[in-house]
């Protein structure tokens, strides 16, 4: 009984992490079951027959907005043509 008492106590300063973890838990399960608007998989609707052009980025930097500071992707060019 001691034993427990002591296990229970030690983990008491963790169970707000725990709470957070299981509130974020629940967003992330709406994302996920969310039923999606577009259906990749259908046969109706318009379809092109041939797309001409290309999209080019140059000297491209990317960050994230919760750490504006640190770049994940520095100064890239990237090319498509179709």
């Not at 379809?47 to 504006?68: A, D, L």
Request: charged share 20%; glycine share 8%.
């Amino acid at each position: 009984m001691v034993i427990g008492s002591v296990t229970i106590g030690q983990s008491l300063p963790y169970m707000n992490v725990v709470s957070g973890a299981i509130g974020i838990l629940a967003s992330i399960n709406d994302i996920v079951e969310r039923k999606v608007i577009i259906d990749p998989y259908s046969k109706t609707g318009r379809k092109t027959s041939k797309v001409v052009g290309h999209i080019e980025f140059k000297n491209t930097s990317f960050s994230y907005p919760s750490r504006p500071e640190i770049r994940v992707r520095k100064l890239y060019h990237w090319r498509v043509h179709t």
